[in-house]
């Protein structure tokens, strides 16, 4: 331990110290940097949980990749069928990365009860259908059973029984309108074996999932007919980079999009939070910073008369301005020990409790949703710590015009 380091620990542990004019100075100073990284803390982990849920939603409902007839493309709808025996399906072979391939088809259709009717957009998948993404919105029932032949069980929408007064276990007419609107519509009767939430409306409002084998039969495909495949990567991250690889790899009569670009306006309005994160730590760390240059000069002025001591012993500048930098370093150390443990306290109480509750029609959630990453809140910590000690060299030159003559007095 030097010495300049044991003359700041024994100065911030002084009564003198404790009880001086910079004293409620420098309890501002560490409230300030407690409340930046509890704010900073609490804006990452709750704008990247936000990013992920979303895309995670997304998703789910529709893959990271789709690929489909290019008449398909723009549209949810499947009206060209495509052959199962694709050089892709059931495993991408030539790429890196790929997760899982699910082949899909989608109809549109009105729910029709005795008291209400809903157009809805009939999900149809098979086997191959990776029910994970799914299984977690589900609020009550069980995932349909498409092991056994034709089934007529569904799941639907908490958002869609509440429209159409129906429930779990309740069994209901669906028409699907054939295409280019000829003849009768097709009828079947579907029951409900789940219901979902994800709190995504643009989603709950329109998806029903069942077998993909009434449409088949619908539309007049055959087994090996589906409307288009749906693909999950290992890593969201490469979604761009992947997308590009599946497009070279697919046929030239197919087309395939990722759902960052079928679905840009959302992936448009989650790039906001990047941008608003970093304004929030910005914000923090220039209010710790400014805190922090006041106490220290406080702190500087209220012991000039130690200074002039201390340089007429023979220290030099140097090794005062480090008693300062040191009691500083405390400081900030200080508050950022009360800061991570009321922000980790507060991002843990609304993981497991979810007090904080959201708009689903604005945020596409119905809680806020954090991601307690412990490499980022170290990285903050890190940034806070040296960006403030850089800023308070500054301020510490002001000890080397500090004259002993001058500051010495005798009573």
């Known amino acids: 331990m030097n010495l300049e380091y044991f003359i700041a620990k024994r100065l911030i542990s002084t009564k003198e110290y404790k009880s001086s004019i910079s004293a409620p100075i420098i309890k501002i100073a560490v409230v300030a940097i407690a409340m930046g990284i509890i704010m900073m803390i609490i804006s990452v982990a709750t704008g990247i949980g936000l990013q992920q849920k979303i895309r995670q939603k997304v998703s789910a409902f529709n893959g990271h990749i789709i690929i489909s007839s290019f008449t398909d493309n723009q549209s949810d709808v499947s009206t060209n069928p495509i052959s199962l025996n694709q050089k892709f399906y059931p495993n991408f072979k030539n790429i890196e990365g790929i997760q899982h391939v699910q082949a899909v088809a989608s109809k549109a259709g009105i729910i029709r009860t005795e008291s209400a009717f809903e157009p809805i957009l009939y999900k149809g998948v098979g086997k191959d259908y990776k029910w994970d993404n799914i299984s977690e919105y589900l609020i009550s029932g069980r995932i349909p059973n498409l092991n056994k032949e034709l089934t007529n069980e569904i799941l639907i929408s908490e958002y869609l029984a509440k429209r159409l007064n129906i429930k779990l276990n309740d069994s209901f007419n669906t028409f699907f309108i054939k295409e280019g609107g000829n003849g009768l519509p097709k009828s079947r009767r579907f029951k409900i074996v789940g219901i979902y939430n994800s709190g995504f409306p643009e989603f709950d409002a329109a998806y029903i999932i069942g077998d993909i084998r009434h449409l088949q039969k619908i539309n007049r495909w055959n087994s090996n007919q589906v ?132 708009n689903p029609e604005s945020y596409y959630v119905n809680t806020a949703p954090v991601d307690i990453n412990l490499f980022f809140i170290l990285v903050l910590n890190f940034i806070v710590i040296v960006m403030c000690l850089l800023v308070l060299i500054i301020p510490s030159y002001i000890i080397s015009k500090i004259s002993p003559s001058k500051t010495i007095r005798f009573d």
């Open 227 to 358: 409307g288009s495949f749906e693909i999950f990567v290992d890593d969201f991250d490469k979604i761009e980079e992947k997308g590009k690889e599946v497009y070279e790899e697919v046929p030239s009569t197919l087309n395939s999009q990722t759902i960052v670009e079928k679905f840009y306006y959302i992936f448009e309005w989650l790039k906001l939070f990047d941008f608003n994160i970093l304004l929030v730590i910005g914000i923090m760390i220039l209010v710790s910073i400014i805190n922090m240059v006041v106490a220290l000069l406080v702190l500087i002025l209220e012991k000039t008369q130690m200074i002039g001591i201390l340089k007429s012993i023979g220290a030099n500048n140097v090794s005062i301005r480090k008693i300062f930098l040191y009691q500083a370093s405390y400081l900030i150390l200080k508050g950022l020990f009360y800061g991570n443990i009321i922000g980790l306290g507060l991002l843990l109480i609304q993981k497991y409790f979810k007090i904080v509750k959201l």
